[in-house]
């Protein structure tokens, strides 16, 4: 499974951002998808996931009620509609796949984009 991030860019404090990312193959009820994110000299994070099947979401503190995860079932697409941006929501946004489990672990997720850029000014 291939998965193609899109949609990163450089914004200010408080604009908003939607990442896509598209698999190459249909995704299974039972899957999770995930957005993870690695600013510079830290370890990737978890930012949402959400259950492809349900559609029930998950996220990090940091970001509730400003991030929402969704998924459109037709186009294999996950998306990250991100408000309300901050400096420390600056890195690279990576979405990623697991076949079992909805888990705020990277090491769980079986599949990955390639990523894509976010950098907010401040």
């Known amino acids: 499974v291939q998965l193609q991030a899109s949609g990163g860019g450089l914004v200010q404090t408080g604009d908003s951002l939607r990442l896509s990312c598209v698999s190459s193959?249909?995704?299974?009820?039972?899957?999770?998808m995930g957005w993870f994110r690695q600013a510079p000299g830290k370890e990737r994070e978890f930012v949402a996931a959400?259950?492809?099947?349900?559609?029930?979401?998950y996220y990090t503190d940091s970001v509730k009620g400003r991030f929402t995860i969704s998924r459109d079932k037709a186009e294999n697409t996950v998306y990250l509609q991100m408000n309300g941006l901050k400096p420390e929501d600056t890195g690279v946004y990576y979405c990623?796949?697991?076949?079992?489990?909805?888990?705020?672990?990277?090491?769980?997720?079986?599949?990955w984009g390639q990523g894509t850029l976010v950098t907010v000014s401040s």
């Open positions: 959400i259950r492809w099947g349900t559609g029930s979401t």
């Open positions: 193959r249909r995704t299974l009820s039972s899957n999770v």
């Open positions: 990623a796949g697991a076949y079992r489990g909805l888990s705020t672990v990277a090491k769980d997720y079986d599949y």
